[in-house]
């Protein structure tokens, strides 16, 4: 009977550790099943075609920024609207949209009878008062020996006023129609009035069409300096009193993420667009090339750095973004990566500082290159159920 009973308790305690077993294989495979799903193993013909790169920290100026937008603009100065001084015909123009010209470069000209009426009216114009001059030195010259009644000497003086006045505003409209009054004669009218550019730059628009009649109302020509180029940013109403004249911006192309330029900010606006709630910020270029690359209304994406200190910092490109989370990988031995959360600081320059979102070993080997072909492969291992 107390054999019968030892080999019953015997049974028993078998299975209670059997069943302890096998839940504890069940924790430890659902421990490591965890585990796998944030690390990855690549091989070494993997990580030679990716080129994945390990590295760490690197020492950067990094601090507060504000991210905002705006476009490439110019001054005032550097813009002109040509218009006609004068309504005519237009004769033809070899100027098209994107040419360089010169200030005083000839772009057009205009042909009507009234250019020849004015010519006309200038020399007879012209004439009398030369008539006058002499008529009125020698009605003087009488008037003074009593032989002339002073009332003739006073009418030819008045005449002589009235013709000078008109003289002169006669040659005052010729020199705004581009005719030197002294360059012409009887014998050598100007049939043109010759519209020339007023600043040199870019050409941007052109409507001048030959033969067409145009008015004083019409602008033929669009005219854009290339010098003294600025940036024109949207500073938020919320963002603008931590803006100050001096600061360093660092800005760039949507199209071209990668060349980034620098600028300073030169004057901050006085007053907020109503509808955006924002101000604007003019920025000056940093150096004469990057304003050479930037089009004038060409949109960009900039930061306006508020403070700037040295902070250990990693390349942007090692950085996972995932919603409002971001990640990093560290290599925990030869092949093996291992994906780690991070909260990110400060960001400027494509250069990052964070801290970590666990404890970390004081100098972690970073992914620096490769960090998107990691985290490609380890969601396609999720998918499969294995992300080892």
């Known amino acids: 009977m107390?054999?019968?009973?030892?080999?019953?308790?015997?049974?028993?305690?078998?299975?209670?550790?059997?069943?302890?077993?096998?839940?504890?294989?069940?924790?430890?495979?659902?421990?490591?099943?965890?585990?796998?799903?944030?690390?990855?193993?690549?091989?070494?013909?993997?990580?030679?075609?990716?080129?994945?790169?390990?590295?760490?920290?690197?020492?950067?100026?990094?601090?507060?920024?504000?991210?905002?937008?705006?476009?490439?603009?110019?001054?005032?100065?550097?813009?002109?609207?040509?218009?006609?001084?004068?309504?005519?015909?237009?004769?033809?123009?070899?100027?098209?949209?994107?040419?360089?010209?010169?200030?005083?470069?000839?772009?057009?000209?205009?042909e009507h009878q009234n250019y020849i009426i004015l010519q006309e009216n200038y020399l007879t114009t012209k004439n009398e008062v030369d008539y006058l001059l002499k008529e009125f030195e020698r009605q003087k010259e009488l008037s003074a020996e009593n032989i002339n009644a002073k009332k003739t000497f006073q009418r030819i003086e008045t005449d002589l006023s009235i013709q000078q006045t008109k003289k002169a505003s006669l040659e005052m409209q010729l020199r705004i129609l581009g005719i030197e009054p002294t360059q012409i004669s009887a014998k050598n009218l100007q049939r043109y009035v010759f519209i020339r550019a007023p600043i040199e730059g870019y050409v941007k628009k052109v409507s001048a069409v030959a033969g067409r009649f145009v008015n004083t109302q019409e602008t033929l020509?669009?005219?854009?300096?290339?010098?003294?180029?600025?940036?024109?940013?949207?500073?938020?109403?919320?963002?603008i009193l931590k803006v100050k004249k001096g600061q360093k911006v660092v800005f760039y192309s949507p199209n071209s993420p990668d060349d980034v330029h620098t600028g300073e900010v030169f004057l901050i606006g006085q007053a907020i667009d109503l509808q955006q709630k924002t101000v604007n910020v003019h920025v000056h270029f940093s150096d004469e090339q990057s304003e050479k690359n930037f089009l004038e209304g060409m949109y960009i994406e900039a930061k306006i750095l508020l403070s700037e200190q040295k902070q250990e910092t990693i390349a942007e490109d090692a950085v996972i973004r995932d919603g409002e989370n971001s990640f990093v990988f560290i290599q925990t031995k030869k092949n093996h990566y291992k994906k780690i959360a991070i909260k990110i600081k400060n960001e400027n320059d494509k250069q990052i500082s964070f801290e970590w979102a666990e404890n970390m070993p004081n100098t972690p080997k970073i992914v620096k290159k490769g960090a998107y072909y990691l985290n490609a492969q380890m969601n396609v291992g999720q998918e499969e159920g294995h992300a080892h």
């Open 221 to 239: 020509f669009e005219i854009v300096s290339n010098t003294h180029k600025h940036i024109e940013l949207q500073v938020f109403e919320k963002d």
């Open 2 to 110: 107390k054999t019968k009973l030892f080999y019953i308790l015997y049974v028993f305690l078998a299975l209670v550790s059997c069943q302890n077993t096998k839940k504890e294989t069940q924790t430890n495979h659902q421990d490591e099943h965890k585990h796998a799903e944030n690390e990855i193993e690549l091989t070494d013909a993997q990580i030679k075609t990716i080129g994945l790169e390990i590295g760490g920290f690197e020492q950067s100026n990094i601090g507060e920024v504000i991210k905002v937008t705006g476009m490439v603009d110019v001054p005032v100065e550097g813009r002109a609207a040509v218009n006609p001084p004068v309504e005519g015909f237009l004769k033809k123009t070899e100027i098209m949209v994107g040419q360089f010209v010169t200030q005083g470069q000839i772009l057009t000209s205009l």
